[in-house]
């Protein structure tokens, strides 16, 4: 039998999507896209989406984190992505502003990105601080991410609607 790292008091393991995404999240939640640079030259991007609005006290690890190869927010549509759960991370990353370089050889983070996320069925609809937004569908037993760039019309009844998310296909670079 396998121990989370909270019933032998450490610290929680990392979330996995299908386990995020069966929590009742909230209406909008923080997200954090950061550029993370190792010592040995190597790079990834974490995404962290927090499980609850906050307010969050900078050192509490309670922001669930994915390893993610390239930026999600800037893949063209239909582009599937795989994410590694890591550790929670502290809910300072939310809002960092500017690059911060880690202790013990861990490399330095630059935030790309930061915005608001709101759980649509099975998607992600993400309102960024500089406007613009992303609509990601979501495959939680895989911990797979499509991007979707031109969403449905309509959500499925009962839904919210992702209107005001600013979602446009046309005139923004994907990679």
């Given at each position: 039998?396998?121990?989370?790292?909270?019933?032998?008091?450490?610290?929680?393991?990392?979330?996995?999507?299908?386990?995020?995404?069966?929590?009742?999240?909230?209406?909008?939640?923080?997200?954090?896209?950061?550029?993370?640079?190792?010592?040995?030259?190597?790079?990834?991007?974490?995404?962290?989406?927090?499980?609850?609005?906050?307010?969050?006290?900078?050192?509490?690890?309670?922001?669930?984190?994915?390893?993610?190869?390239?930026?999600?927010?800037?893949?063209?549509?239909?582009?599937?992505?795989?994410?590694?759960?890591?550790?929670?991370?502290?809910?300072?990353?939310?809002?960092?502003?500017?690059?911060?370089?880690?202790?013990r050889?861990?490399?330095?983070?630059?935030?790309?990105?930061?915005?608001?996320?709101?759980?649509?069925?099975?998607?992600?609809?993400?309102?960024?601080?500089?406007?613009?937004?992303?609509?990601?569908?979501?495959?939680?037993?895989?911990?797979?991410?499509?991007?979707?760039?031109?969403?449905?019309?309509?959500p499925?009844?009962?839904?919210?609607?992702?209107?005001?998310?600013?979602?446009?296909?046309?005139g923004?670079?994907?990679?």
């Amino acid at each position: 039998m396998r121990l989370d790292a909270a019933q032998v008091g450490g610290d929680p393991a990392p979330a996995t999507l299908g386990r995020f995404m069966a929590t009742d999240p909230p209406r909008l939640a923080p997200v954090a896209i950061l550029l993370h640079e190792l010592e040995d030259g190597r790079s990834h991007v974490d995404l962290l989406i927090a499980r609850s609005e906050g307010p969050f006290a900078d050192d509490e690890r309670v922001v669930p984190t994915w390893r993610v190869a390239a930026r999600p927010d800037r893949a063209c549509d239909g582009t599937i992505l795989r994410l590694e759960p890591i550790d929670d991370h502290r809910a300072l990353y939310l809002r960092l502003t500017e690059p911060r370089r880690l202790d013990r050889g861990r490399g330095r983070v630059t935030p790309l990105r930061r915005g608001v996320a709101e759980r649509v069925a099975e998607r992600l609809a993400i309102r960024w601080e500089d406007g613009e937004g992303s609509i990601w569908r979501l495959a939680t037993t895989d911990d797979l991410l499509t991007v979707e760039r031109n969403p449905p019309e309509r959500p499925p009844a009962g839904r919210s609607s992702a209107e005001g998310f600013g979602v446009e296909s046309e005139g923004v670079p994907c990679t």
